[in-house]
C-alpha cells in the first residue's frame, strides 16, 4: 500500500457521506495528537474521501497543511460505494469481551493513562463496565496482584 503526504486542500469529503461524523471529531484530535497518523486518509483517483472523513475532518481542527492519503485505484463506483459503508459498519458485528476490556481499561489506569484518549467517556459503557470489576486485577504479563485503588 502506497501512503503520500497531500496537500489537505486537495482532499475532497464525499458530499454524500451518510456518516455523521461531527462528534467523534474532538476524540480524533485528541487521538492523532497522541498517536500520530496511524491510518491514512483513502481516497479515490479524483482525490475525493472515500473512508477517512473524520480523519479529514479533525486535520482541519488542527490546521494541519498535509495529511497521508492512500489512492484506491481500480475500484469500480459500486465498491467505492460498498467500502464507505462496510469501513464504518463492519465494526458494529463485532462484540466487546468485557473482562477483557476491563483488563486493558484497568492496565491504562494503573500506568495513568486518560482512558478519555481510547474513545471512552467517564459515563460511557466501556468505562462502567471497568469500573464494575473489582479492585484487585492480575496486571497482564505478571503472576502478581496489585491494587487499582
Keep these: 500500500m502506497q501512503v503520500k503526504q497531500v496537500a489537505i486542500d486537495k482532499v475532497v469529503p464525499y458530499d454524500q457521506n451518510p456518516r455523521k461524523n461531527g462528534a467523534a471529531v474532538d476524540v480524533v484530535v485528541a487521538s492523532l495528537r497522541e498517536f500520530g497518523w496511524r491510518q491514512p486518509i483513502v481516497v479515490d483517483s479524483e482525490m475525493t474521501v472515500i473512508v477517512g ?22 475500484l469500480p463506483p459500486e465498491q467505492v460505494r460498498a467500502y464507505r459503508i462496510a469501513d464504518n459498519k463492519t465494526n458494529e458485528a463485532a462484540e466487546w469481551d468485557e473482562d477483557l476490556l476491563g483488563l486493558e481499561l484497568d492496565e491504562l489506569a494503573l500506568a495513568n493513562f486518560d482512558h478519555r484518549l481510547t474513545g471512552c467517556t467517564p459515563t460511557g459503557k466501556l468505562v462502567k463496565i471497568a469500573a464494575q470489576r473489582p479492585k484487585s486485577v492480575r496486571l497482564m504479563g505478571s503472576n502478581k496482584q496489585k491494587s487499582a485503588s
Excluded at 55 to 72: E, F, G, I, Y
Design 53 to 74: 472523513h473524520t480523519r479529514l475532518m479533525a486535520a482541519k481542527q488542527l490546521d494541519l497543511k498535509k495529511v497521508p492519503v492512500h489512492v484506491a485505484d481500480g
